[in-house]
C-alpha cells in the first residue's frame, strides 16, 4: 500500500516538475505563434486577390495610371511568390525578404488608389467605392494581424527564455526564436489615406 501511494506521489510531483520545465508550455506557444502568422498570411493574400478586380476598375484610367497598375501586377506577382513557411519564422532574412515584397505591393496600391482621384467618373463608380473600402479594410485587417501575430512572437520567445520553461525549450524541444514581422518601409503596415473629396 505504501509503495503504491509512494509512486503515486512520484507521479504527481514528476509530471508538476514537467509540466513546469517547458513541456507543454513551449509548443503550445509555438503553435499559437504559428497560427497568428497564418493568420496574416491570409490578409495578404486577401489583399492580392482583390488587385485583378483593382485592374478591372483601372481600365478607364490614363496610360500614367496604366504604367502604376503594371507596377501593381508585377509587385502582386513578386509578393506572392515569396512565402514563408511556419519552419522558416525564426529566419530574419526570409522574413525581410517577404516584408520587403508585402511593402512593396501596399505601396503600389496606394499610389494607384490615390492616383484615381484626378478621375471624377471613376471616384463615383460605385465599383471603385467599394473596392477602396475593401483594400482599406484589408490593410486595417493586415496591421491587426501584424500586430497579433508580433504579440505571439513575443510571448513564445519569452517562454523560451524564463526559467523553468527554458529549460524544456533547449533540452527537449530545441527552440529557437522566432522572428517578428517588420514592416519593409516605414508606415507600409498602415492602410493609405485617400481624400476622395470633390475637387475645387
Not at 527552440?175 to 517588420?182: C, G, R, S
Request: hydrophobic content about 45%; some cysteine; charged content about 20%.
Amino acid at each position: 500500500m505504501f509503495t503504491r501511494l509512494a509512486r503515486w506521489a512520484t507521479l504527481a510531483i514528476s509530471s508538476l516538475a514537467l509540466a513546469s520545465c517547458g513541456i507543454n508550455s513551449v509548443p503550445a506557444a509555438e503553435e499559437n505563434a504559428k497560427a497568428k502568422w497564418a493568420d496574416v498570411e491570409a490578409q495578404f493574400q486577401r489583399r492580392s486577390n482583390l488587385i485583378p478586380n483593382l485592374a478591372e476598375v483601372a481600365q478607364a484610367a490614363s496610360e500614367n495610371e496604366r504604367a502604376i497598375l503594371n507596377d501593381v501586377m508585377e509587385a502582386r506577382a513578386k509578393a506572392t511568390s515569396v512565402n514563408i513557411s511556419a519552419d522558416q519564422l525564426n529566419d530574419p532574412a526570409a522574413m525581410e525578404q517577404f516584408a520587403a515584397a508585402q511593402g512593396q505591393l501596399g505601396q503600389g496600391i496606394g499610389r494607384l488608389l490615390a492616383s484615381f482621384e484626378a478621375y471624377p467618373d471613376i471616384k463615383s463608380n460605385e465599383n471603385f467605392l467599394t473596392l477602396q473600402s475593401q483594400l482599406e479594410g484589408t490593410e486595417n485587417r493586415i496591421a491587426v494581424a501584424i500586430r497579433d501575430y508580433n504579440e505571439a512572437v513575443r510571448q513564445y520567445n519569452t517562454t523560451i527564455r524564463t526559467f523553468p520553461d527554458t529549460i524544456g525549450a533547449n533540452i527537449i524541444h530545441g527552440a529557437e526564436p522566432m522572428e517578428p514581422y517588420q514592416a519593409a518601409t516605414e508606415g507600409a503596415e498602415v492602410a493609405p489615406q485617400l481624400d476622395l473629396s470633390p475637387a475645387d
